[in-house]
């Protein structure tokens, strides 16, 4: 099962806006990170934070998290078009014996509309 | 600053052939994943390596292997392929549990 579902699974905004994509997961986790992925690119590392943090900040972006709720939240505010990417929330699984394989929620399609 | 390299960025296979796919981990980091990303999926987790032995097996299909070499690099090898196989594949690196992936740019195999 997965580890990490999001929504809106697709988000459309004017430039200048705040766009905020949700992320639930199932288990209990070590830490929640957020990776952004151009179309048909590579995915790239935005943000990690651990279990016992609740917030954390990174230029234009915010990150949550709730653990008693499982969920996790981003926000990304003043929004360019330059943001138009699809968002994934991820956590490391450590079921079965694994090592902490990255566990890839649906995504959220942000389209940044100049 | 380096990043994880992987080759090629394209490949075209007929069924039934076989492809090698190549990463290059960020020098230092100790662990090696490979993801499969179907046209408007969510990444999904094959396979991973620890210090170059297989640590972690997602859902690899059985004609799928894997290895890591003593120079650290990666290769994922297909055989039989099928149109199903068609697909982004990612390498990632990382240093820890408790630092991001950093991930590669992709491999974009067509199966035809």
């Known amino acids: 099962s997965q580890q990490g579902e999001e929504d809106p699974q697709a988000l459309s905004i004017q430039e200048g806006e705040n766009a905020t994509m949700n992320c639930s997961y199932k288990t209990s986790i070590n830490n929640l990170q957020w990776y952004r992925q151009n179309s048909g690119r590579g995915l790239v590392h935005l943000i990690l934070i651990r279990s016992n943090e609740r917030e954390k900040h990174s230029g234009r972006l915010r990150v949550t998290l709730d653990t008693s709720k499982k969920s996790s939240s981003l926000l990304i505010t003043a929004s360019r078009a330059a943001d138009t990417a699809s968002y994934f929330c991820a956590t490391p699984y450590y079921g079965g014996g694994s090592q902490g394989n990255l566990i890839f929620g649906k995504g959220t399609k942000l389209s940044v509309k100049p | 600053a380096a990043g994880v390299i992987q080759s090629p960025r394209h490949l075209i296979k007929e069924k039934r052939e076989t492809a090698t796919l190549k990463c290059y981990p960020i020098?230092?980091?100790?662990?090696v994943y490979w993801y499969q990303q179907g046209p408007g999926q969510d990444p999904q987790f094959l396979i991973s390596f620890y210090e170059k032995m297989q640590s972690d097996k997602g859902s690899i299909p059985d004609r799928f292997s894997a290895q890591q070499f003593s120079d650290y690099h990666s290769e994922l090898n297909m055989s039989s392929l099928e149109l199903g196989d068609s697909a982004l594949y990612f390498c990632a690196s990382s240093l820890s549990q408790n630092y991001g992936y950093t991930f590669g740019s992709g491999t974009r195999l067509t199966v035809v």
């Open positions: 020098p230092r980091h100790d662990t």
